[in-house]
């Protein structure tokens, strides 16, 4: 396959490998290991912390007893060691809102209240567009990078398996978070590479 330089998409940049590579999470594999594993929260917005904190009343009783009592020292979220703004997490890992199915299976405690409909957010963007990360430079520039992650493997092949790119799994988080008029670029970008052989 061509090498492929990164590409712009609007005022975004965006990595090639969110149009190459293949990816579809894969729950019953994983179990959401994504919300358990790995040393920091999610990345917040303020907004977002606001939405937290008032989802707090309706969840708090599907959060353990150890998220419950980091929530009321330090509340929903917190600065990290690199300086961002980050779900508050237990034990060094696990974020503060996850909670579980009867198979075991680990779910965020706001995305099953916007589920059932009690609710009109879901959960941070971050966690949304995974496992796109983004990043914000210093002039503003937003960047979309693929974030290759071991426990994720399940996802890699389910992707394949469905013949599903990044992009096109993430088609409604990326639509929310950059519009539906800047997706449909993406999609263009997409076809116009596809056409010339180039993914």
Known sequence: MAYL???????VLVSPDILTECFCCDLEACKGACCIEGDAGAP???EEVAELED???????DLSASAQAIIDTQGV???????????????GKDCVFTCYDDKGCCLCATERLYRAGRN?????????L?????????DGTVALNYDRW????????????LKLRIYEFLRGPLTTRFGEAWYAEL????????????I
């Open 5 to 11: 330089p990164i590409l712009q998409v609007g005022d």
């Open 44 to 46: 917040v917005t303020l």
């Open 55 to 61: 989802a707090l009343d309706e969840v708090w009783p």
């Open 77 to 91: 979220a917190y600065t990290d060691q690199t300086g961002e703004l980050v779900t508050s997490i237990v034990g």
């Open 120 to 128: 009109a957010w879901s959960k941070p963007i971050s966690c949304a």
């Open 130 to 138: 995974y496992p796109i990360r983004e990043k914000v430079f210093d």
């Open 150 to 161: 071991d426990i994720c493997r399940p996802a890699v092949q389910k992707g394949k398996t």
């Open 187 to 198: 999609c263009t970008i997409a076809d116009e590479l596809k056409s010339q052989g180039l």
